[in-house]
Antibody, heavy 124, light 108 residues
């Protein structure tokens, strides 16, 4: 059974870079033809897609965050990571790592698996 | 960017009754729409994809309908564990993938 687990600092200072890692178990990133994603949720608010990376390396980012976001994959550790630079209080959120699943009927990719999420607070 | 609008923001329903949640897209999605359930302190859980297909483990009382720009999630007979926040998400026009703002289903 596929499981995803986020890890990283729970507190980041303003203007610094937020860095999170998602460790995948129950499946190999390098042998899974899927997108791996980061999604966030500010406290008490809705969900915002940050970006996704295809297992072969293509990346797609939310235009609203594109200038500050980097998603990368480390197949040797079966992990993928998120870096978000120049953070402000508005970046305080629960960050989820996730995996897309392919819908052959519609030829589309929806988010099929989610990690439990990790709260990152931006504050000095 | 596709804007997803869910209504109502809050829905109060008694256990055993039927709940109907709506999701509207600013452009046609064909059937590329998913529904998620989120309980407090938990990650979202996939319920429906392709507008109408129940995900593995989704009870039969949950059903999705619609195509184009208008979609509905129906829960036929509410159980206590169904009270949660529900989100719709489009995956037809991306980036970015976009979510609705959520409907909170509360016990009446």
């Amino acid at each position: 059974q596929l499981q995803l687990q986020e890890s990283g600092p729970g507190l980041v200072e303003p203007a610094e870079t937020l860095s999170l890692i998602c460790t995948v178990s129950g499946g190999s990133i390098s042998r899974s033809p899927y997108f791996w994603a980061w999604i966030r949720q500010p406290p008490g608010k809705g969900l915002e897609w940050i970006g996704s990376m295809y297992y072969r390396g293509s990346t797609f980012y939310n235009p609203s965050l594109k200038s500050r976001v980097t998603i990368s994959i480390d197949t040797s550790k079966n992990q993928f990571s998120l870096r978000l630079s120049s953070v402000t209080a508005a970046d305080t959120a629960v960050y989820y790592c996730a995996r897309h699943s392919y819908d052959s009927n519609t030829d589309g990719d929806y988010v099929g698996y989610w990690g439990q999420g990790t709260l990152v607070t931006v504050s000095s | 960017e596709i804007v997803m609008t869910q209504s109502p923001a809050t829905l109060s329903v008694s256990p055993g009754e039927r709940a109907t949640l709506s999701c509207r897209a600013s452009q046609s999605l064909s059937s590329k729409l998913a529904w998620y359930q989120q309980k407090p302190g938990q990650a979202p859980r996939l319920l429906i994809y392709g507008a109408t297909t129940r995900a593995t483990g989704t009870p039969a009382r949950f059903s999705g309908s619609g195509s184009g720009t208008e979609f509905t999630l129906t829960i036929s007979s509410l159980q206590s564990e169904d009270f949660a926040v529900y989100y719709c998400q489009q995956y037809n026009h991306w980036p970015p993938y976009t979510f609705g703002q959520g409907t909170k289903l509360e016990m009446k």
